[in-house]
């Protein structure tokens, strides 16, 4: 019985860490902050390249695209978005063996849409997006108060994960294991979270009713999940479904892309 236990805490745990792992590689590879990876081929050579969607507000954002082709020109087409700004265009410039990209820096939660386009020796000219990239400027943030609230993200989405399967399992902890999971999203998302947006964007919070930052909408939501499971899953026979359902609100949630519909500068109503 003991064994039977044993090995199924470690197919648990195991399905945890996978679920979790997963989920944060999924945001990653398809939030609006992940650069567009692509490549292209002119004159014989193939061009790999990426595009920056998300950048710091203290420099310039800086990319290389390498071409061994000198004769291989390109031009770069931007504008800041919410203004009443005309489209630029700008030359790249050549350094060594690669052209360089050169966004101007904006102040935090400013934002630019920008198109990159190569030109081969024979004048072809290549757009590098079918649409304008849009890439967001933000603001430093501490990195002692950055790393606490990943940290907590994190753990606060492992733990979310195995209280759900704890309760699916029909085992005994999953109250527990839901007071620390609300504890850690708590701290990281409601409290940790507001704070690095506002180092990052100027602004503590911009979901509902205030805006309609993703970001902040869904950690409301997934906290007041666990809230909900907490108050129901008292009872653990009766309440057990609700660590279920609380555990998926999370996973689907966490699914959103983070930063979608996030802080912006409105230009036409600022001095920059």
């Not at 195991?14 to 997963?22: F, G, Q």
């Not at 920008?114 to 030109?119: G, T």
């Not at 085992?171 to 708590?186: I, N, Q």
Request: glycine fraction near 8%.
């Amino acid at each position: 019985m003991a064994n039977a236990r044993k090995k199924q805490t470690t197919i648990v745990w195991i399905l945890t860490v996978v679920i979790t792992v997963s989920s944060v590689i999924y945001q990653r590879l398809t939030g609006p902050t992940y650069p567009v990876r692509s490549s292209v081929e002119i004159d014989d050579e193939i061009i790999k390249y990426k595009l920056l969607r998300s950048h710091y507000s203290s420099s310039d954002a800086i990319n290389r695209i390498e071409t061994r082709n000198d004769l291989i020109t390109g031009e770069l087409r931007w504008r800041r978005l919410k203004s009443y700004d005309d489209w630029r265009v700008d030359s790249l410039m050549r350094e060594g063996s690669g052209l360089q990209v050169m966004i101007p820096k904006q102040p935090p939660a400013g934002k630019i849409a920008y198109q990159v386009i190569l030109i081969g020796k024979d004048g072809q000219r290549y757009e590098l997006s079918e649409e304008p990239v849009v890439i967001r400027f933000k603001g430093d943030v501490p990195i002692l108060i950055l790393i606490p609230h990943v940290f907590m993200m994190f753990i606060s989405m492992l733990l979310g994960t195995r209280t759900g399967l704890e309760a699916l399992y029909k085992r005994e902890r999953a109250y527990r294991l839901a007071l620390w999971t609300s504890a850690l999203f708590f701290a990281g998302g409601i409290i940790l979270g507001p704070i690095v947006q506002k180092f990052a964007f100027g602004a503590l919070w911009t979901g509902w009713p205030l805006g309609s930052d993703l970001t902040d909408n869904k950690t409301a939501v997934a906290m007041l999940g666990w809230l909900v499971a907490l108050w129901r899953g008292r009872d653990l026979k009766k309440g057990r479904k609700w660590f279920v359902i609380a555990a998926v609100l999370q996973l689907l949630v966490y699914l959103i892309p983070h930063s979608m519909f996030g802080s912006e500068l409105d230009y036409t109503q600022s001095d920059y």
